[in-house]
């Protein structure tokens, strides 16, 4: 048994472990692509719009591998739950700017927004 395991053994069913792992390492692996997808977007375009998108799915990285060291033990539950909502808050917020900035074709370029 790993010894980072049995931190999380109070919350953690050991039956239910792997496959909690096998998901959070998917989802890290998947969001850490997206991101450098983003990233390569990101330097064609060189928008607002695309940086705003790279920043919110640097923070699901972020969150996926919070994620994944609270399961190894490495990030306290109560830091754990910090992190997570405040991304969850972060990227809403980050994702109604985008929306609210981009408005209508007229009223997005009338308000400078760029494409």
Same mark, same amino acid.
């Given at each position: 048994? &790993? /010894?980072?395991?049995? &931190?999380? !053994?109070?919350? *953690?069913? /050991?039956? *239910?472990?792997? @496959? ?6 998917? %989802? ?5 692509? *997206?991101? @450098?997808?983003?990233? @390569?977007?990101?330097?064609?375009r ?9 920043? &919110?799915? #640097? @923070?699901?990285?972020v ?12 990030? /306290? ?6 992190? !997570? ?8 917020? *980050? ?10 074709? #007229? %009223? ?8």
């Amino acid at each position: 048994m &790993v /010894p980072a395991m049995s &931190v999380a !053994e109070g919350w *953690l069913d /050991p039956q *239910l472990a792997p @496959v909690l792992v096998a998901i959070i390492v998917l %989802a890290t692996i998947g969001t850490a692509t *997206l991101f @450098v997808v983003s990233v @390569v977007a990101y330097a064609r375009r060189r928008t607002v719009r695309y940086c705003l998108i790279t920043v &919110v799915l #640097g @923070v699901l990285v972020v969150r996926s591998v919070t994620g994944l060291g609270t399961v190894f033990g490495l990030v /306290p539950m109560t830091l754990h739950h910090l992190v !997570e909502h405040g991304c969850d808050f972060l990227i809403a917020l *980050l994702l109604l700017y985008v929306v609210y900035r981009s408005g209508t074709a #007229g %009223a997005g370029r009338a308000a400078g927004f760029d494409d």
